[in-house]
């Protein structure tokens, strides 16, 4: 019993950074149809900034989480105006492409910058961890677990109640017709990308300090947004949340009561079973943002 | 007001429309009709700027909108209805009307004119928590074109408004463009509806295979021998 409700715990908490993940992905494809393979780099991105700042720098660690995800925006931003942008129209498979080449650069770029042993960014949270009856997590995770809800609630008020993110629902829904509507569809991809870069620098940001860090640290985080989308529907943001904690639920109870060797396929094999039961996702029944 | 001049427009290599002039004068209501695939809506497309014409010209008001977004045109004052309606059927009635007025900021006026739409169409203002795609078509219709309206328009564009509607639906939906006309809002519309859109309009342009074949006043265009022949299935 003890076992099973910290299995739980820790899933619930690894859940919230898969949700984030996958929102972030999710979200980029729904509204610009462009598969994100850059994704994973962004994580890694967040983590190196947070080890910059905070380790490098000396810079109070929160305030080093928010540069991170600031920097994320930004970074995200960039890569939207200098080689998305120029790929309107383009298929997908040519922008995928082009993605995966940022994904390839970037990840080299990062090995050549920090060098490829792996770093540790200490947290200023206490050592003793927070005992909750039976089960105890520790404060560094709590804190986790606390800023990536509160960044999933943020997304999903801006994308229901702000006037950018009704726009944005809009032209997913009807790019043409919200190109008539006067909305700026350039604009709307610009911020599409930069938000979704930044809730894939948070969730690096945040599972850097508690994990290593390292360059190739994305390729896993990657593929495992891509399974979460996958699980959710595409262009599903609810699915994708639900999806990034059912992930986390079936890798912590394989690992558990399985094998923990396994952990990292125990999803894919989840995936697997999905697509091949459900080849849409589980909630893809109405396609949306939101 | 509106004044296209000899446009061409292309979709990939396949040229949609040839020299294609039409010209609305203020407070007009001017009708487009035509077989399907005749260049009705690439016209209208490249007026509200979602299809730039390779060569030609259009101006509205005097300025020159020929390769201006779509944007800068709906800020000019043209708002287009699109075919099909085109409603954002995941987001709420509210929500809807509030894209169609997306680039005022007078917040007043806005929540003013979305009183008028709800006064004018009460079911939508019964409705205006509910995603828009639960509506039934002549609802979604209505809805349509108060979001067009949304933006203050000085003319609005109509693509096929009675496009698989019900027979009471498009009579309803004519006579809320009438409507619209007479308040002084200025209309341009394609409809399949040969013999309605010559009944209602001041005037109309005939498009075959992506050229101007007719144009004329309603009246004479419905007397005319092709006309009747071609497109109000008159055997005689």
């Known amino acids: 019993m003890e076992q099973l409700l910290q299995h739980l715990v820790n899933a619930i908490i690894l859940g919230s950074t898969y949700a984030l993940l996958g929102i972030g992905l999710t979200f980029i494809f729904g509204i610009m149809r462009v598969v994100n393979f850059a994704h994973g780099e962004l994580y890694t991105f967040g983590a190196y900034m947070v080890y910059l700042f905070s380790v490098i720098l000396g810079v109070n660690f929160l305030l080093a989480i928010a540069i991170a995800i600031v920097l994320g925006v930004l970074l995200g931003a960039a890569i939207e105006y200098t080689l998305l942008r120029k790929l309107r129209g383009a298929d997908v498979d040519t922008t995928m492409l082009v993605m995966i080449g940022a994904w390839i650069i970037m990840q080299n770029g990062e090995q050549l910058i920090w060098s490829g042993v792996a770093k540790s960014i200490p947290t200023p949270f206490p050592e003793e961890p927070l005992s909750l009856g039976l089960v105890s997590v520790a404060w560094s995770r709590v804190f986790v677990f606390v800023v990536a809800i509160a960044l999933i609630i943020l997304a999903q008020t801006i994308i229901q109640r702000t006037r950018l993110g009704k726009a944005m629902r809009a032209t997913f829904q009807d790019r043409d017709t919200a190109a008539l509507m006067g909305i700026n569809i350039n604009v709307i991809y610009l911020a599409t990308f930069a938000l979704g870069s930044g809730l894939a620098s948070a969730a690096g940001a945040l599972l850097g300090p508690i994990f290593i860090v390292m360059p190739t640290m994305g390729n896993l985080a990657v593929l495992k947004a891509f399974a979460i989308v996958i699980l959710g529907g595409l262009g599903n943001m609810k699915g994708a949340a639900i999806g990034g904690f059912v992930l986390a639920l079936v890798e912590e109870f394989g690992a558990g009561y399985v094998s923990s060797g396994y952990r990292d396929a125990m999803g894919f094999l989840l995936i697997i079973l999905v697509l091949m039961v459900k080849p849409t996702g589980l909630f893809a029944r109405s396609e949306r943002i939101g | ?236």
Do not use: W
């Open chain 2, 1 to 236: 007001m509106l004044e296209v001049e000899n446009i061409e427009c292309r979709y990939g290599k396949a040229n949609v429309l040839h020299k294609v002039s039409v010209d609305v004068k203020q407070g007009e209501l001017v009708t487009l009709i035509g077989a399907n695939g005749a260049g009705k809506s690439s016209t209208l497309r490249a007026i509200s700027g979602l299809l730039p014409p390779v060569s030609g010209r259009i101006s509205f008001l005097g300025e020159d909108i020929t390769n201006a977004s779509p944007r800068r045109i709906l800020e000019m004052g043209i708002a287009h209805c699109p075919e099909g309606r085109r409603i954002f059927p995941f987001m709420t009635v509210e929500e809807n009307l509030e894209i169609g007025a997306y680039r005022r900021n007078d917040r007043k006026q806005i929540a003013d004119d979305m009183d008028g739409v709800y006064h004018r169409f009460p079911v939508l203002g019964e409705r205006r928590g509910q995603a828009a795609g639960t509506l039934s078509g002549g609802e979604q219709q209505m809805l349509a074109i108060g979001r067009a309206l949304m933006s203050r328009p000085k003319l609005v564009i109509f693509d096929e408004p009675s496009l698989g509607l019900a027979p009471n639906n498009v009579q309803k939906t004519f006579d809320y463009i009438m409507e619209i006309n007479r308040q002084g809002t200025t209309v341009l519309m394609v409809e399949q509806n040969a013999y309605a859109a010559l009944e209602m309009c001041d005037r109309s342009f005939l498009l075959e295979s992506g050229q101007i074949a007719l144009h004329g006043r309603g009246e004479d265009l419905i007397r005319d021998q092709h006309v009747r022949r071609a497109y109000l299935g008159d055997e005689g």
